[in-house]
């Protein structure tokens, strides 16, 4: 029972801040490659962010320098720390994991980020 719980998500105006949190049950978080992607309407899902089991992390070029991801897997979260937002940000957000050396992929049920003034 694998289950994976976004929250954080809101309405911000241009330039503001949101954490978004991904938390983690069923599962051993600290084995699991995570990932955050976002999904607009019309467009693709795309992936924003992605923190793999040994910390290493790697952004989409159009959040670099805004947006960060981090872990604690004592709590079995992952978290995506969100500055000057930009209204192309606005998107459902979803958390996706795997094991490192596993092939099942699990998604969370997703958070609205809507960036507007």
């Known amino acids: 029972q694998v289950q994976l719980v976004e929250s954080g998500g809101g309405l911000v105006q241009p330039g503001g801040s949101l954490r978004l949190s991904c938390a983690a049950s069923?599962?051993?978080?600290?084995?699991?490659?995570v990932g955050w992607y976002r999904q607009a309407p019309g467009k693709q899902r795309e992936l924003v962010a992605g923190i793999t089991s040994g910390g290493s992390t790697n952004l989409a070029e159009s959040v670099k320098g805004r947006f960060t991801i981090s872990r604690v897997n004592a709590k079995n979260t992952v978290y995506l720390q969100m500055n000057s937002l930009k209204p192309e940000d606005t998107a459902v957000y979803y958390c996706?994991?795997?094991?490192?050396?596993?092939?099942?992929?699990?998604w969370g049920q997703g958070t609205q980020v809507t960036v507007s003034s």
């Open positions: 069923g599962i051993i978080f600290s084995i699991c490659d």
């Open positions: 996706n994991a795997h094991r490192s050396a596993g092939t099942l992929y699990y």
